[in-house]
C-alpha cells in the first residue's frame, strides 16, 4: 500500500495526542477507567472475528487488558477508601507483586516470539530487563499513588525506560511491520506523559494505558492501522538485525549498574531520583 508521507505524520500525529488525552482522563476519571476496562473484556466475542489471531496476540490481548479490568478495582479501593473485606482485600500488598508480574510478563511474552522470531539480541534485551526491573520489595519501587488519583508509581530509571521502548520497537518491527507506526505512537505518548506531568515514575502506568488502549482497538477494528498508517514497507531485516545488537549492547552496562546499585545500597536513591527517602 503506497502512503503519502503528509498521511503518516497526520495520522501518527492525531493517534499521538489522542493517547496522551486518554492517559490523563483515565488518570482524572478512575471510575469510568474501572468500568470501562471491565466492559472492554467483553468485546472478546468481535475479537473472533479476525481481530485477534494466534496464541502471541491472543496472550497480549488478555494479559493488556485483564489488569487494568483487576486495577480499576484496586484506584477505587485506594482513592475512595470503601469498607468491606473485598476492598480491604485490594488495598493489601499483594496489589504491587501483581503490577509487577503483569510488566514480566509482558516483557517475556515479546522476548519469547522475539525468539521463534530468530532475532536472539533483541531476546537477549528482553531478558536483561525483566532482570532489571526494580523489585517490589514491599512498597518502595511499586505502589499506588493517591496524589495522582491512585495512578500506579513504578520507580524505574530513565534510562530502563528507553531501553524499554528501543527494544519493544524493535520487537514490533520484526514481528508485525505493518503496526510500526501505530507503535512508535504509544511508546512515544508513554515517554512524553511522564516529562509533560514531570514525574517519570507515571511512565509505567501510561504504558500500560497505551498498549491496553491499542490492543483494544486492533482487536475490534482489525483493519483500522493498516488503512491509514501501514508501515509494511518500512521492513529492512538488517536494520532489524543491528537494532537488535544494538539494544542487546546498550543493555549489558546498564545491567551491571543495576546490579552495583543494589549492591551498594543506592538504588532507593538512584532509582527513585531520591523520592523514597523524601517521603
Same mark, same amino acid.
Given at each position: 500500500?503506497?502512503?503519502?508521507?503528509?498521511?503518516?505524520?497526520?495520522?501518527?500525529?492525531?493517534?499521538?495526542?489522542?493517547?496522551?488525552?486518554?492517559?490523563? &482522563? #483515565?488518570?482524572?476519571?478512575?471510575?469510568?477507567?474501572? +468500568?470501562?476496562? $471491565?466492559?472492554? !473484556?467483553?468485546?472478546?466475542?468481535?475479537? /473472533?472475528?479476525?481481530?485477534?489471531?494466534?496464541?502471541?496476540?491472543?496472550?497480549?490481548?488478555?494479559?493488556?487488558?485483564?489488569?487494568?479490568?483487576?486495577?480499576?478495582?484496586?484506584?477505587?479501593?485506594?482513592?475512595?477508601?470503601?469498607?468491606?473485606?473485598?476492598?480491604? &482485600? #485490594?488495598?493489601?500488598?499483594?496489589?504491587?507483586?501483581? +503490577?509487577?508480574? $503483569?510488566?514480566? !510478563?509482558?516483557?517475556?511474552?515479546?522476548? /519469547?516470539?522475539?525468539?521463534?522470531?530468530?532475532?536472539?539480541?533483541?531476546?537477549?534485551?528482553?531478558?536483561?530487563?525483566?532482570?532489571?526491573?526494580?523489585?517490589?520489595?514491599?512498597?518502595?519501587?511499586?505502589?499506588?499513588?493517591?496524589?495522582?488519583?491512585?495512578?500506579?508509581?513504578?520507580?524505574?530509571?530513565?534510562?530502563?525506560?528507553?531501553?524499554?521502548?528501543?527494544?519493544? !520497537?524493535?520487537?514490533?518491527?520484526?514481528?508485525?511491520?505493518?503496526?510500526?507506526?501505530?507503535?512508535?505512537?504509544?511508546?512515544?505518548?508513554?515517554?512524553?506523559?511522564?516529562?509533560?506531568?514531570?514525574?517519570?515514575?507515571?511512565?509505567?502506568?501510561?504504558?500500560?494505558?497505551?498498549?491496553?488502549?491499542?490492543?483494544?482497538?486492533?482487536?475490534?477494528?482489525?483493519?483500522?492501522?493498516?488503512?491509514?498508517?501501514?508501515?509494511?514497507?518500512?521492513?529492512?531485516?538488517?536494520?532489524?538485525?543491528?537494532?537488535?545488537?544494538?539494544?542487546?549492547?546498550?543493555?549489558?552496562?546498564?545491567?551491571?549498574?543495576?546490579?552495583?546499585?543494589?549492591?551498594?545500597?543506592?538504588?532507593?536513591?538512584?532509582?527513585?531520583?531520591?523520592?523514597?527517602?523524601?517521603?
Amino acid at each position: 500500500m503506497n502512503i503519502p508521507v503528509w498521511h503518516y505524520v497526520v495520522s501518527m500525529f492525531v493517534y499521538f495526542i489522542f493517547l496522551l488525552v486518554m492517559i490523563e &482522563f #483515565m488518570k482524572e476519571h478512575y471510575k469510568f477507567s474501572a +468500568v470501562f476496562w $471491565v466492559a472492554a !473484556l467483553f468485546t472478546f466475542p468481535i475479537w /473472533l472475528m479476525g481481530g485477534v489471531t494466534g496464541w502471541f496476540r491472543w496472550a497480549k490481548t488478555f494479559s493488556a487488558i485483564l489488569p487494568l479490568a483487576i486495577g480499576g478495582f484496586f484506584r477505587l479501593a485506594n482513592q475512595e477508601q470503601y469498607q468491606g473485606k473485598f476492598w480491604d &482485600f #485490594m488495598r493489601k500488598d499483594w496489589i504491587v507483586w501483581f +503490577v509487577y508480574c $503483569v510488566l514480566f !510478563l509482558n516483557i517475556v511474552e515479546a522476548t /519469547l516470539k522475539d525468539v521463534v522470531l530468530g532475532n536472539y539480541a533483541n531476546a537477549l534485551c528482553g531478558l536483561l530487563l525483566c532482570v532489571t526491573i526494580p523489585f517490589p520489595n514491599g512498597r518502595k519501587f511499586f505502589k499506588l499513588s493517591s496524589e495522582d488519583k491512585s495512578m500506579y508509581i513504578a520507580y524505574t530509571t530513565a534510562a530502563w525506560n528507553f531501553l524499554y521502548t528501543t527494544w519493544n !520497537l524493535c520487537f514490533v518491527y520484526g514481528e508485525t511491520g505493518k503496526y510500526f507506526a501505530s507503535s512508535i505512537c504509544i511508546l512515544m505518548a508513554a515517554e512524553i506523559y511522564p516529562i509533560i506531568k514531570r514525574k517519570p515514575e507515571l511512565y509505567i502506568s501510561a504504558r500500560i494505558y497505551t498498549l491496553s488502549a491499542h490492543v483494544l482497538i486492533r482487536a475490534c477494528f482489525p483493519n483500522l492501522f493498516p488503512a491509514v498508517m501501514d508501515a509494511s514497507t518500512w521492513m529492512n531485516q538488517d536494520v532489524l538485525y543491528v537494532w537488535g545488537i544494538v539494544n542487546a549492547i546498550l543493555i549489558i552496562p546498564y545491567t551491571f549498574w543495576y546490579i552495583w546499585q543494589l549492591h551498594t545500597g543506592r538504588a532507593e536513591q538512584s532509582f527513585s531520583r531520591g523520592k523514597i527517602k523524601a517521603m
